[in-house]
């Protein structure tokens, strides 16, 4: 009996080195984010870590479009592999298409405050901004109120106390590390807190002030939030600015609640003792 020979297409070697970069770029790009949180390196080796990564991915979604046509018109196997690499290169480079996006309809600011032309001064953290960039060309201030133009400060009725301790409770909710704070004591010192937030993905350093000044009515509460790398933030501090200043304005319309039936209960109280 004669046996049949099946002779199988060999596999694309474009898809195989699709998959290799594409899966190479996922270790790098994973890698690159872990010693970024760690601290282990600098910010621009870490981030030209990152670039690489991208590079890779970039190079995978080619190799991997290339050994479609090639399958197609020769029927080489490799399908699946060249389909993967493809997905992995995509999702790898979809964020940072999104951040490019986002930096091209918004300005180059990184520096982001509810009172741009005197925004609250670094103290503790001026030490370790040095050589970031800083809210002082008119330029930037235009820029900024043009871009987030609702974006500003918050009066609330409260005491400059209350209002301090509430920025301080909703930085401390949100486990930033605060490096100053300085509470408000009359007749002239305001409030001041210094804190450092992470960004999300890659866990970089933004820096964070609070300050509140005691107003006849109650207070007021700036916030600012600054990067310490590059020029162009993609808005998260202004999203962080939003975000501060509405969780402030929340938890100080509570404590004003709270203290409204005590006013109420107390007014009763010494109308009786009058008419004694």
Not at 139 to 155: C, K
Not at 218 to 233: C, H, I, L, P
Not at 247 to 254: F, L, M, P, V
């Amino acid at each position: 009996m004669v046996r049949r020979r099946i002779i199988e297409e060999p596999v694309s070697r474009l898809a195989v080195w699709a998959r290799r970069f594409a899966l190479f770029a996922i270790i790098v790009s994973v890698m690159s984010v872990i010693v970024v949180h760690s601290g282990y390196l600098e910010f621009t080796p870490a981030m030209a870590t990152f670039g690489g990564a991208l590079v890779f991915a970039g190079l995978s979604i080619l190799l991997g479009l290339l050994a479609l046509i090639v399958i197609w018109f020769s029927g080489h196997r490799g399908l699946g592999q060249a389909v993967s690499a493809l997905a992995i290169g995509m999702g790898l480079l979809a964020y940072p298409a999104y951040l490019g996006v986002k930096a091209y309809r918004l300005p180059a600011i990184n520096d982001v405050a509810t009172d741009p032309a005197d925004p609250p001064r670094f103290e503790a953290l001026a030490p370790l901004r040095a050589g970031a960039t800083a809210i002082a060309a008119s330029y930037t201030v235009e820029q900024q109120r043009a871009a987030y133009p609702d974006i500003e400060p918050l009066d609330v009725t409260v005491t400059a106390q209350a209002a301090f301790a509430a920025a301080q409770d909703v930085i401390t909710k949100r486990k930033w590390t605060i490096l100053l704070a300085r509470a408000p004591q009359p007749p002239r010192r305001e409030g001041h807190i210094e804190a450092v937030a992470r960004s999300v993905l890659m866990g970089l350093r933004e820096d964070v002030i609070v300050r509140v000044r005691a107003t006849p009515d109650g207070a007021r509460v700036d916030v600012r939030s600054a990067s310490r790398y590059g020029k162009y933030d993609f808005g998260s501090n202004a999203d962080r600015v939003r975000a501060l200043i509405d969780e402030i304005d929340d938890k100080t319309s509570d404590a004003e609640k709270k203290l409204q039936p005590t006013a109420k209960a107390q007014a009763p109280a010494r109308g009786a003792a009058a008419r004694r």
